[in-house]
């Protein structure tokens, strides 16, 4: 399964390109898009955790 995997994959675009290229495209852009604002997000939660000292254990005091 793995090794047709890159085949599979090419057939599929192949023919979303075929059918209908506008929309291949607007979701290959929705996808990208996805992708970016996700990593964002995961930035944006680790970088907040570690201004406030969520990530490291608690000063008693």
Not at 36 to 46: D, E, Q
Request: charged letters at 15%.
């Amino acid at each position: 399964m793995a090794r047709r995997l890159p085949s599979l994959v090419l057939r599929s675009l192949k023919t979303a390109w075929q059918v209908d290229r506008v929309a291949a495209v607007g979701l290959l852009a929705c996808q990208v898009g996805t992708g970016v604002l996700a990593a964002l997000g995961l930035l944006a939660v680790t970088g907040s955790s570690g201004r406030r000292g969520l990530s490291q254990t608690p000063h008693r005091g």
